[in-house]
C-alpha cells in the first residue's frame, strides 16, 4: 500500500494509491478492458457500467467494482490494524475468488465453468 503522504480520501485508498491503481489494471486486464484510469472512484465506477449495455451483464460488471473495493478495504485495515504486508499476488488472488463466490453462490449464475477457466477470462462466461 502506499505511504503516507497526504490525506487519505476515497479517491486515495481506491483509487490513486499506487498499489491500488495497479490492482485497477490488472483487474481490468482480467477482464480484458485496456483503459487510462480515472482520478477519482466515483468516476471509474461510472465507467465500469458504461462499457456494457445489457442491463443483467452491467449488474454483473458491478460485482468487480464491489469486489475490488471490498478486498482493497480488508486490506488496508489488515495492515493498519494487524500491521500485516499485502502481497500483490495475494491480493489478486482474492479478488478472484471473491469474484467467482459472489457471481456463482449469491447471485445464482449457473455455469460449468471451472474455476481455472474464470482465472483466465471471466468476462468470456458472465457474457454468453
Request: charged fraction near 20%.
Amino acid at each position: 500500500m502506499c505511504k503516507k503522504t497526504k490525506v487519505e480520501d476515497k479517491n486515495h485508498l481506491f483509487v490513486n494509491c499506487s498499489f491500488n491503481s495497479k490492482i485497477w489494471y490488472v483487474v481490468l486486464a482480467w477482464l480484458g478492458v485496456s483503459v487510462v484510469l480515472p482520478n477519482d472512484a466515483k468516476s471509474l465506477f461510472i465507467w465500469m457500467g458504461g462499457f456494457v449495455r445489457v442491463r443483467r451483464v452491467k449488474r454483473l460488471i458491478f460485482i468487480f467494482w464491489h469486489v475490488t473495493v471490498w478486498c482493497l478495504w480488508n486490506l488496508r485495515n489488515q495492515i493498519i490494524f494487524k500491521s500485516d504486508s499485502i502481497e500483490f499476488l495475494a491480493c489478486m488472488a482474492h479478488i478472484k475468488i471473491i469474484s467467482w463466490q459472489w457471481l456463482f453462490s449469491k447471485n445464482g449464475v449457473k455455469t460449468s465453468l471451472f474455476f481455472s477457466s474464470w482465472c483466465c477470462c471471466p468476462l468470456d462466461y458472465i457474457l454468453e
